[in-house]
């Protein structure tokens, strides 16, 4: 190149030659009195790594400007073939695998399981294994509603709720380890019962989070009650009423927000429900500050359940008897012949289950999960198969959240309250 | 008959002479070629200013990870506990959960990797700046866990891991360990040493040259 | 759940499509022909049964017809549930869907085409929900194995390593 010529670069060269025209689209004509349709169609990737889809759930929302026009999910991505490894292992084998499916709650799901291997089984659980079930779920249920207010709270930009819940929960987890061991995931549940009696000392503690839990969940409706941001976030936004509600399936605080009062507990009691008195919070209107309102009153009812429950805890055995089914006390096993064959067998084999399917339903904090079990008359289950609350309720997601901003299409994933776990099992 | 060969890449050369300096051993076939002679002596000679630099940066480097904020399923929920109030990682330095993996240099896999995510997730780990380091957490992606079947894959299969915490959830108390020895691992060896058991030097990304 | 003669009562309305009735640990299933799945369904909301808990899929290798779908119908304002089961061979696995009627089944089906291989006909958009869009094979079925990774032990560690080699 002579000095005499501006030398332009080849990059400069390059830039002058990119136009957007391939990109625009072109502008939809507006109609009479119609939407403001001036502003084209965008197809948004909420990938599946996002910090306010909870988990990892990928959502294709196609955008008019601000506005959700429709939003397709895009589920799988944790997908981890529960069921079919549940085929494979024997009878007991199957409650640690299951109760990783909805990983915030365990219990409930290892509940569905035992309590439909038990009516295939004919087994009869003892009233202390009951009620000792009945307290470790309710506590899940507090446990996995304060996840959900503290993420909750973080996608809605209150972060320091977020802290609040897992000191709670700290507590609860804690609790857990002294019953099973375990902090999550703990195979406290096994057919015919619970494995283990409750521990010394844990009544104590059991009642002194009880004192704390309904004065901690007071500051959180305190904080978030009177915050005016959270409440136009919540308050009007993504209604949807009971009837669309019904027709996709959705059961659980999201139907109960709505205005019906549907809850197993109530309606098909199961392990001894009909025993406690408590109330089923009721929404009105169905938008979002609903759904969280709902679930914040049900940390009380669930405080309450399980204060009649520790009070009223009868004495008893906690698993069933029969030693075709559950394992025989360690102490007995030195003494007789029957118990160790017992145990022999339930340990190699595992028992044996009439064949026959069974479908069984309980009130998890998201709605109905349920769990169903085909029994081919081996000691391993021929089809394990749960029915999860989250994977319905994601459908509704879409008829919630059309024609709103995305700002609240955020709130309503979270008030959701989808556990990729479960949806994608 | 001369063989002449090309001189590896600036910064490889660099890596070498830190490598050859601390008494290792380059070993394997795709080592590239050893420094000699002048370039060796000018190279040494540079090394000995930076040696305690380096390890000033690397205290520095350690003492404030970035987190990517990931969770997959259940192990996600004891990360959260390990943030929270009792377990605390902001003690460490390592409250800072960034969104982005362009911010962040610590991706910490927690939960189980299935087939449809195993691309996504190596996508995040390229899409992150170096240095960067990998923590599996928990028994899914460490191993199989307790799954093993058709839908999961062990994290070592797609991309390079430095530190496996095991549980099923591992405790809160146990992935600070983890990091803990990760904080450890990079205040003592900033090379890391897994680009030679993964047989992964020269992968780095190197400076383009100007041009 | 309705008792057996509920259950008898109900299998005669429908007639023709049910095929048989079992009245099992006091919990009610229907079988019925898979062509008239979607009739069968539209008389049970007549009858009160207005809620689908779940579709999901079931597996009777190796006994033909080998494919199963199981329908939970459920009466809220009665408490009474019912399941509707049919069954299609694996070389005709086509069933009518039923997500025109009751949207719930949009979800639930493509995961029973996806994990078992059923066609719903009709149904809005069939494609695979859980398992990777061009995956190849329905992993539900008995058949198919699980799959894994191999764990090596110091007993069998000299095979795998050689396989390595």
């Not at chain 1, 000392?201 to 007071?218: I, Q, S, T």
């Not at chain 2, 390890?55 to 192990?75: D, Y």
């Not at chain 2, 904080?183 to 041009?211: N, S």
């Amino acid at each position: 190149m002579s000095p005499s010529e501006p030398t332009i670069s080849e990059y400069r060269r390059r830039e002058q030659s990119i136009t957007l025209s391939p990109l625009e689209q072109p502008v939809i004509e507006p109609e009479e009195g119609g939407p403001d349709t001036t502003q084209e169609l965008l197809t948004l990737n909420f990938g599946p790594h996002h910090p306010a889809t909870h988990g990892v759930l990928r959502l294709l929302v196609t955008l008019q400007g601000e506005i959700v026009r429709d939003i397709k999910p895009v589920i799988g991505y944790v997908h981890t073939g529960i069921e079919k490894t549940a085929e494979d292992k024997a009878y007991w084998k199957v409650i640690p695998i299951v109760e990783r499916m909805d990983y915030l709650s365990y219990y409930f799901n290892a509940m569905a399981y035992c309590g439909a291997v038990e009516t295939l089984l004919e087994a009869e659980v003892p009233e202390r294994g009951q009620y000792l079930r009945v307290i470790h779920l309710e506590l899940n249920r507090i446990a996995s509603h304060l996840i959900w207010l503290g993420t909750s709270a973080l996608d809605l930009g209150a972060v320091s709720i977020f802290l609040y819940c897992l000191r709670e929960r700290e507590l609860i987890l804690d609790l857990f380890e002294m019953s099973s061991g375990a902090r999550m995931h703990t195979r406290y549940f096994q057919v015919g019962g619970v494995i283990e009696d409750i521990p010394q000392g844990f009544e104590r503690k059991l009642r002194e989070f009880l004192k704390v839990m309904p004065e901690r969940a007071d500051e959180y409706g305190a904080i978030l009650n009177s915050n005016q941001i959270v409440l136009e976030r919540l308050r009007g936004t993504c209604p949807l009423d009971a009837e669309t509600l019904l027709s996709l399936g959705v059961t659980g605080p999201l139907l109960r927000a709505a205005g019906n009062p549907w809850d197993l507990r109530k309606a098909a009691p199961y392990s001894s429900y009909d025993d406690f008195d408590f109330k089923i919070p009721v929404g009105t209107v169905g938008d979002n500050y609903d759904r969280f309102a709902v679930r914040l009153a049900e940390i009380y009812e669930s405080v309450k359940i399980i204060e009649q429950a520790i009070d009223g805890l009868p004495e008893g055995p906690h698993i069933t008897e029969d030693r075709k089914i559950a394992l025989p006390p360690r102490h007995e096993l030195a003494t007789s012949m029957e118990a160790l064959i017992h145990h022999f067998k339930l340990v190699t084999e595992g028992f044996r289950v009439p064949p026959g399917e069974i479908y069984n339903p309980i009130e998890s904090p998201r709605g109905e999960l349920a769990c169903f079990v085909r029994s081919d008359g081996s000691s391993k289950p021929a089809r394990v198969h749960m029915r999860d609350p989250s994977f319905v309720n994601l459908q509704a997601l879409s008829h919630m959240a059309e024609g709103a901003y995305i700002a609240d299409m955020i709130a309503t994933v979270a008030m959701l309250d989808p556990i990729l776990g479960g949806i994608d099992r | 008959m001369e063989v002449k060969r090309e001189p590896a890449p600036l910064r490889v050369r660099e890596l070498n002479a830190h490598q050859l300096l601390r008494g290792g051993e380059l070993e394997g076939p795709s080592r590239p070629a050893r420094l000699e002679g002048e370039e060796l002596e000018q190279y040494v000679e540079e090394r000995v200013l930076f040696t305690t630099l380096d390890k000033t940066v690397a205290w520095a480097r350690s003492n404030s990870f970035f987190p990517l904020g990931f969770g997959l399923a259940c192990c996600a929920m004891e990360q959260f506990h390990a943030a929270g109030p009792r377990m605390d990682i902001a003690r460490f330095g390592f409250e800072a959960f960034r969104a982005s993996p362009r911010q962040a240099d610590l991706i910490i896999l927690a939960g189980r990797v299935s087939i449809k995510m195993a691309p996504i997730i190596r996508k995040l780990y390229d899409q992150m700046l170096e240095p960067k380091w990998a923590i599996s957490m928990g028994a899914c992606c460490s191993s199989m866990g307790v799954f093993n079947n058709y839908a999961l894959v062990p994290a070592d299969k797609f991309m390079p891991v430095d530190l496996h915490v095991p549980g099923c959830p591992p405790r809160p108390e146990a992935l600070m360990h983890g990091i803990l020895k990760l904080r450890k691992l990079v205040q003592d060896d900033p090379e890391m040493g897994w680009r030679e058991r993964y047989d992964a030097v020269g992968t780095e990304e190197a400076p383009a040259d100007a041009g | 759940m309705p008792d057996a003669t509920g259950l008898e009562l109900l299998a005669q309305e429908l007639g023709e499509a049910s095929l048989e009735t079992v009245y099992f640990r006091e919990r009610a299933t229907l079988i019925v022909d898979p062509a008239r799945i979607r009739s069968v369904l539209s008389t049970l909301r007549t009858k009160g049964y207005a809620f689908l808990a779940s579709v999901h899929g079931v597996d009777h290798y190796p006994e033909e017809p080998r494919l199963g779908v199981v329908y939970e119908l459920l009466d809220m304002s009665r408490v009474d549930r019912v399941t509707v089961k049919l069954r299609v061979p694996s070389d005709a696995p086509n069933v009518e869907s039923v997500t025109a009627d009751w949207p719930t089944a949009d979800h639930q089906e493509r995961e029973v085409y996806d994990m078992f291989g059923v066609i719903f006909e009709g149904h809005p958009d069939l494609r695979r929900i859980l398992m990777p869009e061009d995956y190849e094979g329905h992993p539900q079925r008995r058949d198919f194995p699980v799959g894994g990774e191999p764990v090596i032990f110091t007993r069998n560690e000299a095979k795998w390593l050689e396989a390595r080699e």
